[in-house]
């Protein structure tokens, strides 16, 4: 059984095929790139995801296709939009099973199948989503969670203050590999995190500092929370794996700090790969596998579709 995925979650258009095996057999995206110091406009979005998807998908033999999931949460309403209905049309023309997908959960299980992950506890870090999850009782948990804005969402806000294009995140590494510390808040509540003070704070320092500075201080201060409420959901939950997914997942600093930590547990640290750690197709491709015989109702998009939430 092969399964074609549709993310359109937010800056990404992206198709996946994968088949039931886990083999992966076509992949293709593209990713709006706002203009330097602006943000993602909904509307932009929308006309970047329907100028690219014909193009995208114009070599997809739907003969060879078993079933079509789509992004339906959670997400830029407008970007959602076009996946689904996309994924609507098709699945009516060519009569096959439809299946909405919970975008956090798409980047969970690519993760656990790229890594041979078997029952981790997942640190999710993206443009969208900060949260410490684990399975529990027939279903994701969240153990610890950003209370206000995500993490990758931080550094892409950051990185626009400091003039630099999207995506944010790599470019702030890039300049953070050679810098001094600079003290910012540090905020840990249990086993939330906060991180509006910690960006107000940076960028108050932007005219009295370095670039190299505050992007080093920025990173060591927000992936050092991520790894303390990390090693206190170990302490909780017991789990012998830590898995880092999401976009954010890739930088260095972070994998670093992880793996100390985790060594320190005696357990493995388990990166997705950088390939899948965005927003792609293969991600909603090989979740729609694994539901493919959920009763689950695929409705209409829900932008706040929580991981721990089931339909």
Known sequence: MNCLGIESTAHTFGIGIISDK???IYEDR????PKKGSGFIPSELFNHHIKVAPKLLKNINMDEIDCIAFSQGPGIPNALNVGAS???YLSKKYKKKLIGINHCVAHIEIGKLL????DPLIVYLSGGNTQIIAYNDGGYRVFGESLDIPVGNVLDVFARRLGLKMPGGPKIEKLGKEGKYIELPYVVKGMNLSFTGILTAASEKIKSNSKKDICYSLQETVFSMITEVT??????TKKKEVLLVGGVASNKKLINMMNIMCSEYGVKCKVVPMKYAGDNGINIAWAGILSRNSKNKTNAIDQNWRVDQKK
Do not use: N, Q, V, Y
């Not at 890594?115 to 078997?118: A, C, I, L, P, R």
């Not at 090693?231 to 909780?236: A, D, N």
């Open 22 to 24: 886990g083999k992966i």
């Open 30 to 33: 593209k990713m709006f790139i």
């Open 86 to 88: 996309i994924a609507r």
């Open 115 to 118: 890594t041979d992950s078997k």
């Open 231 to 236: 090693e206190r959901g170990l302490s909780h």
